[in-house]
């Protein structure tokens, strides 16, 4: 049995065009062939994002049933757990852009992520979880941008102590870290 078969959350992080979202998709095929919902947190707000959202809708296949959710994506979770084989989101970086963007404030954002794991904790399928490590660079020079990247690394520490696997991609190339083994 594969071993992404016996766990139930998997979060996968690295960086941009790393193989992040290849990685889960390839992952959450080999763990069910039907009932596989992709939960997408994108909003294509301009030509160049609608031809990627569509090139990644064309790579999934019709196999997948696309569920476009910029927000509330814990009440998709709810809706869909009980349904699905399994569920795949992609992304929380995105994700946290569209509540910044909404004018969610961090106590706002704190209260939909606690409503988040919940629901993945309760979620009867395996969930895969997509996200941009953006904790890696320099500084940030303006409060916003620095706003997101420590809101980015709070929710990514949160996503990664829940999960049962975390996997980050390097140059497409995946490196397990959770469960990982021990130092000695």
């Not at 016996?6 to 941009?16: A, N, R």
């Not at 992609?90 to 409503?115: F, M, Q, R, V």
Request: with cysteine; charged share 30%.
């Amino acid at each position: 049995m594969d071993y992404a078969l016996k766990k139930k959350i998997t979060f996968v992080i690295g960086g941009c065009r790393s193989g992040k979202s290849s990685f889960a998709l390839n992952q959450a095929n080999k763990t069910a062939k039907k009932d596989k919902y992709f939960i997408a947190t994108s909003q294509p707000l301009d030509p160049e994002m609608e031809k990627r959202v569509e090139k990644h809708q064309k790579e999934r296949g019709k196999d997948w049933q696309t569920i476009e959710e910029p927000i509330l994506i814990h009440e998709i979770v709810n809706e869909y757990s009980g349904k699905a084989d399994v569920i795949l989101i992609d992304c929380l970086t995105l994700w946290l852009s569209n509540l910044l963007y909404h004018s969610y404030d961090t106590d706002g954002i704190l209260e939909i992520l606690n409503l988040f794991e919940k629901a993945l904790l309760r979620c009867e399928c395996p969930v895969f979880l997509v996200s941009n490590e953006v904790g890696q660079g320099i500084v940030p020079e303006s409060k916003l941008a620095r706003e997101f990247r420590d809101l980015a690394g709070m929710i990514h520490q949160r996503m990664a102590k829940i999960s049962d696997r975390v996997v980050m991609t390097v140059a497409g190339i995946d490196v397990e870290i959770k469960p990982g083994q021990k130092p000695k």
